[in-house]
């Protein structure tokens, strides 16, 4: 074999012995198996989740799947990577090492014991916290324990100390919940409660956690009586929404908040609650703040309180509602702009100064190259019956022979 190989991408050899035999790229996190190979650890792991039971270099049976670091090459290869930074090479950071399965095992039987010092449980919740945010792998196998469980009962625990309760509720967050853990909360009042109080806690973080329990609850919850259980609770609207008023230099809440009000409005009953607490307010204002999937969220959102009386009133009211809708048609994505035409076709079917408003916005042309798009069927019927509803809105001169105007047909807008 030879000492080194033809360099891959940079402008230098790169040593062989610091290349994975697998993916022939440079090692990031070494580790050797029980036949002496070294390898990098996602090839190799790849390599026996697909179910191969042999060593890739030597063939020889894999009779233990332990894998070792090898600290001592990951050195090395760091000390390469510094030595050749001129060359653009970039040194590898230390990998977190996996999480030991005993250990975790340990950490979570000590959170869970009603009988432990309530720091001990503190701390190996602490500790777990840490192990769930180093990576998936861990997140998996914390999982795989039956973490779930145990620490929806520390959440809603009253042996223990709010700290306990708060640091089981930051790491239950990170995982995702089955439907009988949903229900577990739902159908219980007294816990939805407790979650709804959280969310005016002085501790952000807490509150950020709590609406984030929430929505997977409410979105988790298949009956419709539990789901609606959840969306009726006093105040729960309010605290939702007041996260959302936070200022953007916290992302986090304002992705959780989005995230809980839209599955709590998907209950048709309690929507006007989340008019009363100053909903369409807050979506107009902070609708420009939003990422692309939060703001998809957030225009879903406006067209559902929008089938609300209260809610189209309330959109009708804001100064930037309509402009805003209009702007977006086209702007954001396929789903953005189903949304948007939505909600522009129920505000205008109720208000003549919204048909206005559209108008003066512009909407005519961004509906005629809607229709003309590949946007969603939906989408291009929400628009020509848009377009139909506001013909006699238009200035005469806007759609040129207005006698042969007609919704269904394709429109050409001259450049």
């Given at each position: 074999?030879?000492?080194?190989?033809?360099?891959?991408?940079?402008?230098?050899?790169?040593?062989?012995?610091?290349?994975c035999p697998i993916s022939l790229e440079l090692m990031r996190d070494p580790v050797t198996v029980c036949t002496g190979q070294t390898y990098d650890r996602p090839s190799i792991e790849s390599w026996v989740a697909t179910g191969n039971t042999t060593c890739p270099v030597t063939r020889a049976p894999l009779t233990d799947f332990t894998l070792i670091p090898n600290h001592t090459l990951r050195r090395l290869i760091q000390e390469w990577c510094v030595a050749n930074r001129a060359f653009g090479v970039e040194r590898i950071p230390t990998p977190k090492q996996p999480a030991d399965p005993s250990m975790v095992r340990s950490l979570l039987n000590q959170a869970s014991s009603?009988?432990?010092?309530t720091q001990l449980r503190v701390n190996s919740l602490r500790r777990l916290r840490g192990l769930a945010r180093d990576s998936d792998k861990n997140r998996s196998l914390i999982a795989s324990l039956g973490a779930v469980q145990i620490l929806l009962t520390v959440v809603f625990s009253c042996n223990g100390s709010d700290e306990m309760n708060h640091e089981a509720l930051a790491i239950l967050v990170m995982f995702s919940l089955g439907e009988n853990e949903c229900e577990f909360v739902a159908s219980d009042l007294d816990k939805i409660r407790y979650l709804s109080m959280l969310l005016f806690h002085s501790s952000m973080e807490v509150r950020v956690n709590s609406a984030a329990l929430i929505e997977i609850v409410a979105a988790g919850t298949r009956l419709p009586e539990l789901r609606s259980q959840i969306s009726n609770v006093d105040e729960i609207y309010d605290g939702v929404i007041d996260l959302l008023r936070n200022p953007i230099s916290f992302p986090r809440a304002l992705k959780i908040g989005i995230k809980a009000l839209f599955a709590l409005c998907l209950v048709k009953q309690t929507r006007h609650k989340a008019v009363a607490a100053g909903a369409p307010e807050v979506l107009v204002d902070r609708l420009a703040d939003f990422e692309k999937c939060d703001a998809e969220r957030a225009l879903a959102t406006v067209e559902l309180l929008c089938?609300?009386?209260?809610?189209?009133?309330?959109?009708?009211?804001?100064?930037?509602?309509?402009?805003?809708?209009?702007?977006?048609?086209?702007?954001?994505?396929?789903?953005?702009t189903e949304y948007a035409a939505g909600a522009l076709l129920a505000l205008c079917s109720e208000s003549e100064r919204c048909q206005r408003e559209a108008v003066a916005a512009g909407v005519l042309t961004q509906l005629l190259l809607l229709v003309q798009s590949d946007c969603t069927e939906r989408a291009k019927r929400k628009a020509q019956l848009l377009l139909k509803l506001l013909r006699d809105s238009w200035p005469q001169d806007s759609i040129g022979n207005s006698d042969e105007f007609a919704c269904s047909q394709v429109l050409v807008v001259p450049l």
């Open positions: 074999m030879p000492g080194s190989l033809e360099p891959l991408d940079l402008g230098v050899q790169i040593p062989y012995h610091f290349r009603d009988s432990a010092p089938r609300v009386p209260a809610g189209c009133a309330a959109f009708a009211e804001h100064a930037l509602t309509v402009a805003l809708l209009v702007k977006i048609i086209l702007k954001i994505s396929e789903r953005a």
